[in-house]
Structure formats: structure tokens, C-alpha cells
């Protein structure tokens, strides 16, 4: 036990000391690494994307004009507000659904089970396929029109589905049971207490995920250009053709003309704000809600 | 009415006790419960379905091609109607492999970090401005890629280039999009997901196993050598194929940043081609040709296929991981 | 809860949003086939919305065009400059009203296209000049080269812009000893197809080697989407030259190179050479005719006539009759007015014997066997 309590009690030797170092300033090195991009990015979108802001860059259509105006990116704001709209219309209840079914019903059920592995495989599913996918299923064989925003979103939600329903299955395991509990006792209603009793008790973490999915499907490009198309001016029609932020950037980014470029940055920094609004927004309903994984 | 109360006599509409369901409260149970099952076998619907189309809709390419043709014959020109996927299946791997070589470790190093060397007021800010990282969409990680990393790096390219030009897949001429700048691209974008399961599989390694190193004298380097990566590896193996999974499937910022030529580079400073960036350059090209566009399904298949692989395998190293240590009871404190 | 106030608030503020801006939104409506009312006084305005897809060689004119055209019928024409393979591919599938491509349709695409219910129909609209810009510190406007240099450059032997064969048809210019990169299109490219029309005939290499198609094997350079693309390469490496529609050249200003012509002469891309492209040629009956190495001495040799494409009997081809009667009239503006705006942009307008052709071709379009009435 002395020889024991001797060796653990040797100094470190000099050598260890210095890999220790090393090490540490090696780890803390390749850390600063990871944030240099973000710092980067963002630094350039400011310096770049700044310049390009202006009323008339929020209040115009691109006009496409080779010559003159090249107008602002309104259409493509508008285009991706209505299209993720429409998109966690349709992917948060279905989503908030499914898992509520695998949280009050399924629980570990074989089917359950199932349907979370195949949730699993949605998430890693590339973007670029489900666009693809809509792009067979719906717009070559001509469903209601050819390029339609409305299918856009449908592609958005799909992306959007299993962000929701990995989430909220989080959220909604997280609901003690004594309150599901307290309730059936009390007599009340399993639907009644699903409803009234623990989605109310989530909400906050829903909405969390949501947002984030929502955050998520704003930044998608690949769907959209197989969806929705490209088109200049702003419109409220879904069955059409429509602009998105994604795609105006996509389109401007390797033109030639400086302005263009330039607007492709001030579309950016407008993205990205989007983004990271929605995101912000998402961790302080989280930060506040008294669940928390 | 007081819920608590055990009236015997209390009724209600109909002359049933309360303690009794009405008829309608008994009839919506079952209906929502077929209803919330309906939309989760939805979703089992809708994958069977989504691969089945991809099938059907690829298989001409297949027949014509066959599998191993399409996928190994290295020729891809639509105007003479040849598909084969091998230069985009080869770009897809390299610039994967340089995004995993540089985004790894760093990823790695990053979740060490914040769960063991920082000091404790770094730790949250520190962890949200790396998932600040995912928050950014691709097509910007794209403009800043083409716009401000490719020119600025190209003379450091350049000179690397002619230095080390005796190295395999180094040498020539360096263009300004290529595969090395995807795959640095695509490192960063990885780092988010990498570093944030790394994060959780570090945190949970026992603090008996980290105090018994530390005990025994060991230095912090030394007993995050001992105790945490050794328990961590499954599960940085998980999240490093999640990474990959990631990186195969990413599209719009590989196809501003790689060159989109159709051919198989001989260095890693060419310009490539990947999967998934000829599906979105050249649909548009195919709406009329049911060849090119099978080809181009026929691709986003393989694409499909390899993502699955990879994320079954990830999966497999992360449940690997979250189950309990393996440390009998007897041995621990 | 007070973050129930937040949510509540934010959708609010997002409905808001969208609802003043549709509100403001005075883009015509969208959905096919709706016409506006007539605003007091002038000609009743047509209004609707007409989709196309095809070439960016004569995107800036047809940007143009539809912004005027606009503003004069109310009618909006959504262009997208995919490249003339994707142009011919979306028209011949039915998801564009009308197609644009700088390289007449093959014979096997023009079997594809039948297959919808009608023949596809070449409607020449301008010509343009595929300029040969280059961005080369020390060498002015006006570098003079002939057709098999420039083959050789693209393909890759000269490497360097002080080479022989480049020297000794400029004598007196001091060339740097800066390396040549090449950039070129990596899509389906009308402009491509003319440009490796000219190379074919005055290289041999480059015939037996990459051809002349739509879209080649390019034995060096790097590649970039659209004219749009290559004129974003060339301004961005140094020593770098590419093929890019004089628009986009004139641009970027960028220097462009004198071209050798088939009577001999180096000639610069300008407005006039490019027209004498196209005097004194009889197109064919169907329209499907090419302007590049003209004979005329005066003539640019790569100028290119780009068409539009549009079905002959639209209604056939799943068109519904709005749509044929909208982008019947947007043709009758191209070869109209539309040939007074695009000396503007340097496109040269048609000869009078082409556009009389080409009027009769617009003329007789059809829907369901009956000519389309109502044309402004």
C-alpha cells in the first residue's frame, strides 16, 4: 500500500507536463479552428450583404434586367414565408401526431419501434431526394400544373417531419407521468387527457422544435429548385411558380456582375438573420418552459 | 360540481353516475387512438412508397446500364447518352473523405474541449455558437465558399501544389473550385453534428472512471486518454458516420464550390462532380429525355442507398454506446 | 404564459407581413390564362403570365423584351435562363409555353418534341456574336486569332500567351508569359454548339476530337453554368479566356479577341459585323439555319442566330388557347419593336427577308387546326 501511495505520489515528470500542455493548447487550437468559419461567415455577410440593404432592396421584385435595375429580393422573402408557411402546416400536426402516438400508445410497441427507425431514416434522408421524389411523384406527372409552390412545401414538410416528430417525442416523454396520471384517476378521458393535460404541458418544447425545424426548411434549397421553380415577381398563388430566398441566392451566385453578387450577399445576411431569429426565438421558449431534457 | 366528492347519487344527463363515461367521451378514445396510429403508419407508408417510385422510376437506367455498369463506368455525357456514375461516386467519396480528415478531429477536439478543459462560464456560449454553425444554411456556406474561401486560398493551393507535387493527387494546375475546397466546405458544415453527439457520449462517461485516473496521478491529457476516449470511441465513431452521412447528401454548397465537371480528377485541387450536385444541375436538361432523367433518379438511388448505409452504421455505433459500462458492479467505488 | 403572448405576437406580425405585402403586390395574376381588365383609355391589356426556359445567349434581350413588353400588355413573360438544352428539354416536355435555344433542334429532338401532339417551330429572333473574351494583364483589345489557334487554345496545346502561333499573327504586341486557362460551359450550351461549329471548321483536331455538339468533352479548362457562369470565370482568374455573348463581354467590359474571318479578315465583335453575318442568307423553309464563318467580308465569324421555340399548333400540344393567344403575341413583339431595342444590347435584328419569314411562320400558328385571332 506505502509502494503504492509512493508512486502516486511522485511528481509529474517534465515530459508529461509538457504533453499535457500540448495537448491542451493543441485541443484549444483546433476549438478556435471550429469557430473561425462561423466568425468568418458571418463577418463577411455583414461586410457584403450590409451594403446591398436598402428600402427599395425589400420592397421590389428582381426584375432580371441585364441592363438598369436589377431590383430587390422581395419576391424571394415573400416566396419563402408562404411557402414555410404553408409547409409546417401541413408537417407540424402530423408530426406532433405520430408522436404523440409513439409516446401515449405506441410506447414500445413493435410497431413503435418500427415507426421510429423509419423516423430515424427520414432524418438522414438527403434533401436533394425528397426534392427529387416530389419532383416524380407530383411534377412530372403534371398533378394540378407543372411547377406549383405548393409543391415546394409539400418537399419542405417531408424535410421538416421527422425534425418535428424526433422533437416533440422528446418533449412529450418528458411529461410526468403522475400528471397523466392525476388526471385518469380523476376520471377524465385518455383523449381528453392527451389534450388538455399533456400537449399543453409540451407546448413549449413543441414549438421549440418546430421553430427549428422551421429554421431548417427556410435555409433548403435543393427541394425548391425541382418544386417551385424560379420566377422573378412576388405572388400569393400557390399553384404557381414561386421565388424563395434559397433559390434567388443560387441564382446570383456565380453571375459576373458585381451587383448581383452583391445582392446575393444582402439576400444571405437576410437569410441568415431569418434563421437565426427563429432559432433565438426557439431557445428562449425553451430556456423558460419548465421541462427541459 | 367537486371532483373529490364520493357521492354515490351525483348524476348526470342521462341518469348515469359521473363516475361512468358518457357514450361520446367513450366513442372519441378509440377514434383518436386509430386516428394518431393511422398517421404514424402514414409514415411507414410514405418511405415504402418514396423508395418504391425511386426504384420504378430509375430501373431503364438500370436496364440499360446495369447496376454495376452504371455504377462503375466511368463515362458520364448525356449528349451521347452515356450515364456512368463512377466520376460522381468518386467525387462524392473524396470530398466525403477530406471533409471527415479535417472536420473530425476538429469536431473531436471541440467537444473535449467544452465537456472537460473549459472553464465552466465558457461552456454555454461556447456550445451554442457551434450549433450556431448548423443553423447556416447551405447555399451561404456556398456564396462564402466560391466568393471569399476559394480565391483566397488558391495561391496557398498553388504553392502546396508545386511543393508537394511528388505526392499522389497532388501537383498541376490548381482551379480556383476543386475537390479540396468541397471538402473543407463540407468539414465545417459537419462539425456541428459530430461535435454535438461527441458532446453527449463525453458527458457521460462515469466520474469514477475519470477520478480513478486522476487519482492514480495522472495528467488532464492523460486521463482524458485513459478514461474518456476509450469509453467514448463507439460513439464518436457514430457521430463521425452521422458526419458522413451528412456530407454524402449535401448538395447545393458542393455544386457552387466543386467545378461540376463530369470527370474523374487527378488531383485533389480539380474540379469534380458529386452525386447529388449533377442531380440538381441537370434535371432541367432531362424533362424531355426519360433516359437522362432515369439516370439522374438512378443517381439520387445510389445516393439514397449510401446515406441508409451509413446512418444504419452510425446508429449502430451511437446505441452501442449509450448502453450502460460495462464495469461490473463489484469494481466500481 | 407569457410565452403564449410570444407566439401569438409573432404570428400576428407574420400575417401582417404577408398579408401587406400581397396586398401591395401589384404583379399581374398569376394563374393561367386570367386577363385583366382594360385600364381607361389606350388598348385593352392582355395581362396573364407566359413561362419560358432556354438560352442565356440572348437572356439580356429577352430580359429586356419582357420588361417592356410588360409594361405595354400587361402580360408577365417569366424567362429562365437555364441553357438551350435545358431549353429544348422543358419545351419539348410541356412545362414552358415557349422554348429558347441558339442551336436549331436536332432531328432526334424534333422526333422527341413531336411526340407531345405538334411540331416544334424555330422562330429566329436576333443575331449575337460569341465573343472570345480573355482576361490577360498586358495584352490591350483586339488580339488577333484565327480559327485553328483558337482550337488549339481550347484545346489545350498553347498553354502560354506568349506561344509562337499567337505572337506571329500579332506582331509587335509584347505578350506575357502568363499561363492560358480555359473556361468553357458545363452545360447543354447553344453558344457551345457555335462555338465548336467555327472550331470544327478550321481545326481538324478539334473535329475528330470533341466535335460540335450542344455539350463536349473539353480537354482542359474549368467549367461554369450559363454565359453568365463563363463571364464569372473569366473576370475572376487572370489569364484566363472563355466564349461569352457579346452582351455579357461589353459587361464585364472585357477585351475580346479579332477573329479571323473566311474572306481573311480579323474582325472584332461588333454590332455591324454580326449583322453583315446575316445579309444575303436564304434560310431554309423551316427556319433551322446556322450564320457562323460567313462568307461575307465583312462579317464576324462567329455570330449566331438564336431562336425561339414554340409549338404550331399549340392547343395539340396541351396548350390551353389563352396561353397560345399570349405567347403568339409576345413573338409578334420580339420580331415588332423588339427589333428596334436590341441594337441597345449590341444583338443585331434580323434582315428584312429573314423577319418576313419568321413573321410568316408567327402568323401561322395554330390552335386546334384555327389560326390564333386577337394578336396586338
Redesign the interface.
Same mark, same amino acid.
Given at each position: 500500500m506505502s509502494a503504492v501511495a509512493q508512486r502516486s505520489l511522485r511528481p509529474v515528470s517534465p515530459r508529461r507536463r509538457r504533453s499535457d500542455a500540448t495537448a491542451r493548447v493543441v485541443v484549444l487550437a483546433f476549438t478556435i479552428v471550429a469557430i473561425v468559419p462561423l466568425v468568418a461567415i458571418l463577418y463577411w455577410l455583414i461586410k457584403e450583404g450590409l451594403g446591398a440593404w436598402s428600402s427599395s432592396f425589400f420592397t421590389t421584385d428582381p426584375t432580371g434586367r441585364f441592363l438598369g435595375d436589377p431590383g430587390g429580393i422581395r419576391s424571394a422573402i415573400l416566396g419563402t414565408i408562404e411557402m414555410v408557411a404553408l409547409a409546417s402546416i401541413i408537417a407540424v400536426p402530423v408530426g406532433v401526431g405520430v408522436a404523440l402516438y409513439l409516446v401515449e400508445y405506441g410506447k414500445l410497441s413493435r410497431f413503435a419501434n418500427i415507426v421510429r427507425y423509419f423516423v430515424d431514416v427520414m432524418t438522414g434522408v438527403p434533401s436533394v431526394v425528397f426534392g427529387l421524389f416530389v419532383y416524380i411523384v407530383l411534377v412530372v406527372t403534371k398533378v394540378a400544373g407543372t411547377f406549383a409552390a405548393w409543391k415546394g412545401s409539400v418537399a419542405l414538410a417531408l424535410l421538416m417531419l421527422p425534425v418535428v416528430i424526433r422533437s416533440a417525442e422528446v418533449v412529450l416523454n418528458l411529461v410526468p407521468n403522475s400528471l397523466r396520471e392525476a388526471a385518469l384517476a380523476l376520471g377524465a378521458p385518455r383523449w381528453k387527457v392527451i389534450l388538455r393535460i399533456v400537449l399543453p404541458t409540451a407546448l413549449p418544447g413543441i414549438v421549440t422544435g418546430s421553430l427549428l425545424a422551421v429554421a431548417r426548411a427556410a435555409g433548403e434549397t435543393a427541394p425548391l429548385l425541382f418544386t417551385a421553380a424560379f420566377v422573378l415577381g412576388s405572388s400569393a398563388d400557390l399553384s404557381q411558380r414561386m421565388n424563395s430566398l434559397p433559390l434567388q441566392i443560387f441564382n446570383d451566385v456565380g453571375q459576373a456582375q458585381d451587383r448581383l453578387v452583391q445582392r446575393a450577399w444582402g439576400a444571405a445576411l437576410t437569410l441568415v438573420v431569418m434563421v437565426l431569429l427563429l432559432t433565438l426565438i426557439a431557445r428562449l421558449i425553451q430556456r423558460r418552459s419548465k421541462l427541459s431534457p | 360540481m367537486e371532483a373529490g366528492s364520493l357521492t354515490p347519487r351525483a348524476t348526470v344527463r342521462g341518469g348515469r353516475s359521473i363516475h361512468e363515461r358518457s357514450p361520446r367521451s367513450r366513442a372519441i378514445d378509440p377514434l383518436l387512438k386509430w386516428f394518431l396510429s393511422g398517421l404514424a403508419a402514414l409514415i411507414l407508408v410514405l418511405i415504402a412508397f418514396f423508395f418504391i417510385r425511386l426504384f420504378i422510376e430509375a430501373k431503364p437506367a438500370f436496364d440499360k446500364f446495369g447496376y454495376i455498369g452504371f455504377v462503375f463506368d466511368n463515362s458520364w455525357v448525356p449528349s451521347q447518352q452515356l450515364y456512368g456514375a463512377l466520376p460522381l461516386v468518386v467525387g462524392t467519396l473524396i470530398t466525403s473523405a477530406i471533409a471527415l480528415i479535417i472536420g473530425v478531429p476538429v469536431a473531436i477536439a471541440t467537444a473535449l474541449y467544452i465537456t472537460e478543459l473549459a472553464p465552466n462560464r465558457v461552456k454555454a456560449p461556447l456550445t451554442v455558437t457551434v450549433e450556431l454553425l448548423a443553423a447556416v444554411p447551405s447555399v451561404v456556406y456556398g456564396l462564402w465558399g466560391i466568393a471569399v474561401l476559394a480565391p483566397k486560398l488558391q495561391p496557398a493551393e498553388q504553392w502546396f501544389s508545386d511543393t508537394f507535387g511528388f505526392l499522389p493527387l497532388v501537383g498541376g494546375q490548381v482551379s480556383i473550385p476543386n475537390y479540396f475546397i468541397a471538402g473543407l466546405i463540407l468539414a465545417i458544415m459537419i462539425v456541428p453534428i459530430v461535435s454535438a453527439i461527441s458532446r453527449e457520449v463525453m458527458s457521460t462517461v462515469p466520474d469514477d472512471h475519470k477520478e480513478a485516473a486522476l487519482a492514480l496521478g495522472a495528467t488532464r491529457w492523460e486521463m482524458i486518454k485513459i478514461a474518456v476516449l476509450p469509453y467514448s470511441r463507439a460513439g464518436i465513431s457514430g457521430a463521425a458516420m452521422l458526419g458522413l452521412g451528412r456530407a454524402i447528401g449535401e448538395t447545393i454548397a458542393v455544386t457552387i464550390v466543386i467545378g461540376n465537371a463530369a470527370d474523374i480528377g487527378n488531383t485533389i485541387f480539380s474540379q469534380g462532380y458529386t452525386l447529388a450536385a449533377v442531380i440538381a444541375n441537370e434535371f432541367g436538361e432531362a424533362a424531355s429525355d426519360p433516359t437522362h432523367r432515369a439516370a439522374l433518379i438512378a443517381a439520387g438511388l445510389v445516393l439514397f442507398v449510401l446515406t441508409l448505409l451509413v446512418n444504419a452504421l452510425a446508429r449502430y455505433y451511437v446505441n452501442r454506446a449509450s448502453r450502460p459500462a460495462s464495469v461490473p458492479k463489484g469494481m466500481a467505488g | 404564459m407569457?410565452?403564449k403572448n !410570444? !407566439?401569438a405576437l409573432?404570428c400576428c406580425a #407574420?400575417l401582417a !407581413?404577408?398579408a401587406a +405585402?400581397?396586398g401591395?403586390?401589384d404583379?399581374s %395574376?398569376?394563374?393561367?390564362g386570367s386577363s385583366s381588365s382594360s385600364t381607361g383609355g389606350g388598348a385593352a391589356k392582355a395581362g396573364g403570365?407566359i413561362?419560358g &426556359?432556354g438560352a442565356t445567349f440572348p +437572356? %439580356? #434581350?429577352y430580359?429586356?423584351w419582357?420588361?417592356r413588353f410588360k409594361e405595354e400588355q400587361g402580360t408577365?413573360v417569366?424567362?429562365?435562363p =437555364? /441553357?438551350s /438544352?435545358?431549353g =429544348? &428539354?422543358?419545351?419539348?416536355? /410541356?412545362?414552358v409555353d415557349f422554348g429558347a435555344t441558339d442551336s436549331a433542334m436536332k432531328p432526334d429532338e424534333i422526333a422527341?418534341?413531336q411526340k407531345k401532339g405538334s411540331d416544334p417551330v424555330h422562330v429566329p429572333t436576333v443575331l449575337g456574336a460569341v465573343t472570345v473574351s480573355y482576361n490577360v494583364d498586358g495584352i490591350e483589345q483586339g488580339l488577333k486569332l484565327d480559327g485553328e489557334t483558337v482550337a488549339d487554345i481550347f484545346l489545350g496545346k498553347i498553354k502560354k500567351w506568349n506561344d509562337p502561333k499567337i505572337a506571329s499573327q500579332n506582331s509587335g504586341a509584347q505578350l506575357p508569359t502568363t499561363?492560358i486557362?480555359v473556361c468553357h460551359r458545363?452545360?447543354?450550351s447553344g453558344t457551345t454548339a457555335n462555338f465548336t461549329s467555327f472550331l470544327t471548321d478550321y481545326s481538324s483536331a478539334w473535329k475528330s476530337g470533341p466535335g460540335t455538339?450542344?455539350? #463536349?468533352?473539353?480537354p482542359t479548362g474549368? *467549367? &461554369?453554368? /450559363?454565359n453568365? *457562369?463563363v463571364? *464569372?470565370c #473569366?473576370?475572376?482568374?487572370k489569364g484566363s479566356v472563355g466564349y461569352v455573348e457579346q452582351?455579357?463581354a461589353l459587361?464585364?467590359k472585357f477585351t475580346t479577341a479579332a477573329i479571323k474571318n473566311k474572306s481573311g479578315q480579323y474582325v472584332e465583335p461588333s454590332l455591324q459585323a454580326t449583322s453583315a453575318a446575316a445579309t444575303g442568307v436564304t434560310p431554309p423553309e423551316d427556319l433551322r439555319f446556322s450564320t457562323i464563318n460567313s462568307p461575307n467580308p465583312q462579317a464576324y465569324p462567329i455570330s449566331a442566330v438564336t431562336f425561339l421555340l414554340v409549338w404550331a399548333d399549340a392547343c395539340k400540344a396541351g396548350e390551353n388557347a389563352t396561353q397560345a393567344k399570349l405567347v403568339k403575341n409576345w413573338l409578334n413583339y420580339g420580331l415588332g419593336a423588339g427589333q428596334q431595342v436590341a441594337p441597345q !444590347?449590341q444583338y443585331a435584328p434580323l434582315p428584312d427577308n429573314i423577319k418576313t419569314k419568321a413573321q410568316a411562320k408567327v402568323d401561322g400558328l395554330q390552335c386546334n387546326g384555327a389560326a390564333i385571332n386577337g394578336a396586338s
Open positions: - | - | 407569457r410565452y !410570444l !407566439l409573432s #407574420v !407581413l404577408g +405585402a400581397c401591395s403586390d404583379s %395574376p398569376s394563374s393561367g403570365t413561362n &426556359a +437572356a %439580356p #434581350v430580359q429586356e419582357a420588361a408577365t417569366n424567362y429562365q =437555364i /441553357g /438544352g435545358g =429544348i &428539354a422543358q419545351f419539348s416536355a /410541356g412545362t422527341t418534341a499561363s486557362t458545363s452545360d447543354e455538339d450542344k455539350s #463536349v468533352k473539353w474549368t *467549367g &461554369a453554368k /450559363g453568365d *457562369g463571364a *464569372g #473569366v473576370k475572376q482568374t452582351a455579357y459587361q464585364n !444590347l
